[in-house]
């Protein structure tokens, strides 16, 4: 029955659907109604993703799509619908959402939302009380050990590591299958745990965390040192040096001198049995090899030759002002300072511009502006003739300073602005056109009229006075009327020369009667006189 049953269903359903999805294209108008999924039947079981239909109440169903508020849900066998989240829900969530709202992931009881990664969560089991150590919150409200841990016999809420073998003396459990030192105990190198001390004196031994004891055969003393013990008492001038031995032997004098295994080497005696000391003025180094002592240091490139006097290494000096040796250099450039013998470096902040050079130049990494240059490291000053403006900018000093419409364009040397000409201080502005009459060239391109005259145009190239065109006709009529007056007086003068002179008008034709005169009796010969 089963089987005829779901062939039925492959073949009626669809076939429904189909006359119901045929009414809602006649043209029906729907209002909301009971969600119910359309199916599309291919022969296969009903699970699918399909979007929401709806009644209407007049029993026509139609579709939406997601821009009317609706989203895809999962058609279960029982025919009711269920939202989708995307990105899908973790573990433990479920989809959750309502009609014309997106679906969101919710945890379950028990559980709370992390984020893991970008837009992703993911839900964890949530337990009220504190896990304790080594442990993790498993399931909602329950605790439980990390692998390789157990509950602790002496506070239940925590776990302390399992460790499968014993572990040895002073050592515990301090993870899974590893054991640790205690506190108070550190592994020596054959791997056990010894006590430590941060400092034991000489003849003692760490016997437990920051508690030393003397070593066998020894006895703390009235100044808290441990000293060696001898059951027979030493004789006189001996003392016991080690654990039942007397330190001292007897010299050709019979005097007790101490004793020491090994020979004490050069600038060094026996002091104390099996103890070595230098004699004065020198020091043992760190081979137990003693050397001369200076109370000054000799530096890097020297050393102590005698006690409390110093001596250099080859290619290098001793300084007269710092006592210090100095390696030797031949010459060093400027700003140099010998490193090494034979080797001038750079001072810092100093390089030197090509590999030949001797001398090292100031290095300014930001650079220096226009008529700057670099003088020191990171220091940057104007060049000669230059000089540091309220800006900051090296500009030209000239002496003495440009006048009025110039500026000082290099060192001692003044030009003119734009619009004016002359030379160095002496500028005068430029007009293209003539100002004309009563005015002159104010500035570029610009007349003015002479104090007391008034523009004749807009350009102020004619300017008038009433004052002066009075001065002008007085001057005029006084010309006139002089003109006049010459020529007045030119007339009377000739009149009055006519009425003193009567024949004056007829002196053309007038002939005085003339006698003649014989001149041969002045031996002058007259060819004209005839008597």
Known sequence: MSGVAVGYERVLVPLCLLLIQLEWTLGQNTTKAPCLPELVARNRPMRRLVTHSLWDATGSMTTRDREEGFYDVVVERSGKCKPICEPKCSLHADCVGREKETPQCVCRAGFNMEVVHGNRTRCRPQCDSNCGSHTICHKPGKCSCLHGYQRSKLNASNCEPVCQMNCGRYQQCGKPNQCECIVGYIEDAEGLCKPHCSACGANEQ????????????????????CEPQCLRPCRRNSHCDRPDICGYIENELGVCQPQCDVDCGAYAQCTKPNLCECIDGYRQNEQGVCQPHCQQDCGEHGYCSEPGKCACHPDHKLSEQTGVCQPICVACGRNTQCRAAGKCECLPGYQRPTAESADCEPQCPAGCSANSFCSRPDECDCLEGYAKDAAGQCSPICAPECELHSVCTSPGTCACLPGYTGEGNLCMPICSQPCGDNSYCAEPEQCACIEGYT?????????????????????SMAVVLLVVCLALGIALIVKRCKDDHPYAEQNDKLSLPMEKVDTNLEGIENPGYAQ
């Open 455 to 475: 523009p004749g145009d807009e350009h102020n190239r004619n300017c008038s006075s009433l004052k002066g065109s009075l001065v002008i006709g007085i001057i």
């Open 206 to 225: 760490c016997v437990q965390p920051e508690r030393c004891e003397c070593l066998p055969g020894y006895q703390r003393n009235g100044t808290d040192q």
